[in-house]
């Protein structure tokens, strides 16, 4: 085959191949990338799921609209040069929103790009409730480089109690306990702070406010409910200051998870923290409340405490009971003479001694006798004392 006959040939194929992409993939694509700017706002595999589907519905939209409101002949090459136009609109639409949030800044837009992620994220979080707590919806927003900030509204079906502690006083073992009647809410705001770089996903921070919420009104028509009013955050149960820091007594407890549990992803942390208020829910109702973190360790704190003190003097008894009177006397009382006297007959009640006389230690008058006392010695007291050791009358006294 000559190569003039095999350029029709690759025209068609690259053609073909441009036409399945218009049709199944590029407009469905672009639209993500105008809802989802930025790459990481999404992950590719949601992304291309995202992509084929908008791109079918872009197609069938593209054919009805040719023949019902054009009135014109919806061939292939007109749909797809109808794409074409479309994606070329998105392309220049995605252009400007990334030179608008790398410029001006990005308030406005990432306003309205919350209120568009709740509906992308419904389906992702769609198993995320337990037996008592659910999520409402949840919001997702780039927070620069590689970081996502999420936005969780949770909701518990039995009201909790919330009592709030000043932490800053609490850590100095203050009192710091927030005087009561405490709020009570079902309904908790969860934020998350995500490093996402695609396939690796790390959890920064974690954050849990107890709230308050207002629903919006009901869109009706002709007094019928048409859609229920969206739920809207009014206030979070939480105050810093320079001095101060108020908040639930358990969000330390959800603190903790981001570093107990960094090698969770996104979708499993979220369902710890859904145990966790559950559990806390549970424990409020059957009225045994679990320790929070900063109750167990206060306690942990006030026991060491007690050991690190100087071991205090025993009182010193000023008058014994009666009945302990003579357990004293016999303790540290000398024992009497005639206790001595009775010990010594004992010791010596089976000696026999009649066959000592004087005559037995005669042998030691040899010795001291032939013992040579030295010239510069007091002889006089040496010799009374040798007068004293010869008397052996004293043996037998």
């Not at 198993?127 to 900030?149: K, N, Q, Y």
């Not at 309904?187 to 308050?212: K, M, T």
Request: proline share 4%.
């Amino acid at each position: 085959m000559l190569w003039t006959d095999m350029v029709p040939v690759i025209v068609d194929g690259i053609r073909a191949i441009l036409g399945y992409l218009i049709l199944f993939f590029v407009p469905g694509f672009l639209i993500t990338l105008v809802f989802f700017p930025r790459l990481t706002d999404m992950r590719f595999v949601e992304r291309l799921v995202w992509a084929i589907v908008l791109s079918i519905g872009s197609s069938i939209t593209t054919l009805l609209f040719m023949r019902l409101v054009l009135g014109v002949d919806a061939n292939t090459q007109r749909v797809s040069l109808g794409l074409s136009l479309f994606s070329a609109f998105l392309l220049i639409v995605w252009v400007c929103e990334i030179v608008y949030l790398s410029s001006w800044g990005s308030g406005k837009f990432l306003h309205l790009q919350k209120h568009l992620s709740r509906a992308v994220n419904k389906w992702r979080d769609r198993t995320a409730r337990t037996a008592l707590s659910t999520v409402i919806w949840h919001e997702s927003t780039p927070s620069g480089g590689d970081h996502i900030d999420h936005s969780y509204l949770i909701a518990v079906k039995e009201a909790i109690d919330i009592q709030l502690v000043d932490e800053t006083r609490w850590k100095v073992s203050e009192p710091s306990l927030l005087p009561q009647p405490n709020p009570k809410t079902e309904y908790f705001e969860l934020v998350i702070r995500e490093f996402n770089e695609g396939d690796v996903s790390l959890i920064d921070d974690l954050q849990i406010y107890p709230v308050q919420v207002l629903r919006k009104p009901d869109l009706t028509f002709l007094g019928h409910r048409i859609h229920r009013g969206a739920l809207r955050i009014t206030k979070r149960l939480y105050k810093k200051t320079e001095t101060s820091e108020i908040q639930w007594i358990y969000s330390h407890d959800f603190h903790l998870f981001a570093i107990l549990y960094s090698e969770d992803t996104l979708v499993e942390l979220v369902e710890r923290v859904l145990l966790k208020l559950d559990e806390i829910a549970t424990s409020i109702k059957s009225g045994t409340r679990v320790s929070s973190h900063l109750e167990d360790m206060q306690k942990l704190r006030a026991e060491t405490k007690t050991v690190k003190e100087k071991p205090r003097k025993a009182p010193t008894i000023t008058k014994m009971p009666a009945r302990y009177r003579g357990y004293r006397h016999r303790l540290f009382s000398r024992p009497a003479e005639i206790d001595r006297r009775k010990l010594q007959a004992d010791i010596v009640r089976d000696l026999t001694s009649n066959h000592v006389t004087p005559d037995t230690f005669r042998t030691s008058d040899r010795m001291i006798t032939s013992i040579k006392i030295p010239e510069k010695t007091d002889t006089d007291k040496l010799q009374v004392s040798l007068k004293e050791i010869q008397n052996d009358d004293w043996l037998y006294e």
